[in-house]
């Protein structure tokens, strides 16, 4: 049965959970004085906000809305900590300055008149409501079966859930849910919901069943830890990216290999990549149709993405990487069809093009089976693990949650992980395969091989 886990193992990891229309949130204002005014520019800081919770953001003057910044505008913003808004010179003049940003085609405009320079504020707003969890169904208050399960869901769109049975840890999870092996006794089941803002709710749903005995009295949630083994620190993103925005050009191969020559290049502060277009459909990053070619500036020559290769500008240590993925079917590339066509996530990369080291994690292969792989800076990938494990099969054409996590161990070696369908399906452990262990931090990212694919909520945590 999918979702089928023995009690003493952890239930699940990360998926994704669409679930009915979000209610209204509520929200918290912070308001920034100008840090710096001049006849040019007005400059703001912005601290203490995280950027994944950004609702929306406004220049406003004497408690009114001036100019509105649009949401992903807003959350670079906050990422960078700084604003800086040209000033209007001339009265009458129309000509508005730009804030730079590289994300879009559509560039936001944003300006204040020189009268309004000492009295403008920026107002950034944040989601600050944690979801509600409710139970759907469980079993009976008392029955004879060793197996149990659970569905369950969130009053907000896209919320991911953590679960637990009796005392034991709390792991990610997605419904249904199902326990095997229950033992004789009574037993608790728990379950939160998380939004895409990092909201928790600080009082689980609970459900009480007994097996051969009677229910007992419910256990009393306890708050929300300052930590959790898959996920590390409530609320403690490092990164996240739900590609929204207008469609358009993210960043792609033109980009990277024009430097700072071309400022009409799609340049994006979070992405760049060696290696075809990301493109920004419907509010998901997607590869384009993939075809061999070296893309233009606008990819309006096509997308190259036979081979996709995308990372992040940053580097991490121990990390959790998850995404949501939809594979939409491979094709035959330039060379044919090949077992190891497919996706792969990028745990920990080192370098730029040419020599790199690296791990990744191969979640969705046109073999079928998963793999943990790692190279040492040579042209040669050394397996660290792989397996058939129960759903390793490509998926086609459907939503999944996949990804894995990277973590140094005392004794020297790499620990690492990969998720499929929202659960870890296999492990490993470097203890020098091929070369030393990698445990100086790296990039993350998504790499494609002669696959069609879109991706969303790229969501970095650390581990712990």
């Excluded at 601290?47 to 950004?54: D, I, P």
């Excluded at 809305?65 to 505008?73: A, L, Y």
């Excluded at 093009?353 to 190279?375: D, F, M």
């Excluded at 020297?412 to 992980?417: F, N």
Aim: aromatic share 8%.
């Amino acid at each position: 049965m999918a979702g089928s886990r023995a009690l003493g193992v952890a239930a699940a990891t990360a998926l994704l959970a669409l679930v009915p229309a979000a209610p209204a949130s509520a929200a918290e204002k912070r308001v920034f004085e100008p840090t710096k005014t001049s006849n040019n520019a007005v400059t703001f800081h912005v601290r203490g906000v995280n950027a994944r919770r950004v609702l929306r953001a406004s220049l406003v003057r004497r408690g009114q809305v001036r100019r509105r910044i649009r949401r992903e505008t807003a959350r670079r913003v906050v990422r960078r900590g700084v604003l800086r808004v040209p000033v209007r010179r001339a009265r009458g003049h129309r000509k508005m300055a730009r804030i730079v940003s590289h994300a879009s085609a559509r560039r936001s405009r944003l300006w204040v008149r020189r009268v309004a320079r000492t009295s403008v504020r920026l107002k950034v707003v944040t989601d600050t409501a944690a979801p509600e969890t409710r139970i759907a169904s469980g079993p009976a208050a008392t029955t004879d079966s060793h197996e149990a399960e659970f569905r369950f869901g969130a009053d907000e769109k896209r919320s991911t859930f953590q679960c637990r049975v009796d005392s034991f840890d709390w792991r990610s999870c997605t419904s249904p849910i199902t326990y095997t092996e229950v033992p004789d006794g009574g037993h608790t089941f728990s379950v939160r919901a998380r939004d895409r803002f990092g909201n928790v709710d600080a009082t689980p749903a609970t459900r009480a069943w007994g097996v051969g005995a009677a229910a007992p009295e419910p256990i009393e949630p306890a708050s929300v830890p300052e930590a959790t083994p898959e996920l590390g620190a409530v609320g403690d993103t490092l990164l996240f990216d739900d590609f929204a925005g207008a469609d358009g050009v993210i960043t792609n191969h033109y980009a990277f290999w024009h430097g700072d020559d071309d400022d009409s290049a799609f340049r994006d502060d979070i992405w760049e990549m060696e290696s075809g277009c990301a493109l920004r459909r419907d509010n998901a990053l997607w590869t384009g149709v993939p075809t061999s070619n070296i893309p233009n500036r606008d990819c309006s020559n096509g997308s190259g993405s036979e081979v996709f290769r995308l990372w992040t500008k940053r580097s991490f240590q121990n990390v959790s990487v998850t995404l949501s993925l939809r594979n939409n079917g491979y094709v035959s590339g330039a060379v044919g069809e090949r077992s190891w066509d497919g996706i792969k996530v990028w745990l920990r990369r080192q370098g730029g093009t040419g020599p790199v080291r690296l791990y990744t994690a191969e979640v969705n292969r046109r073999q079928g089976n998963v793999i943990i792989q790692k190279k040492c800076g040579d042209a040669d990938y050394h397996i660290i693990g792989q397996g058939w494990p129960e759903g390793s099969a490509a998926s086609i054409g459907t939503w999944e949650n996949v990804g894995g996590s990277v973590t140094n161990l005392p004794d020297g070696s790499v620990k690492l992980t990969v998720i499929r369908h929202g659960r870890t399906v296999l492990e490993a452990t470097d203890t020098g395969i091929g070369c030393a262990p990698i445990t100086s931090g790296g990039r993350v990212g998504i790499r494609g091989d002669y696959t069609n694919f879109n991706a969303d909520d790229f969501l970095v945590v650390p581990t712990v």
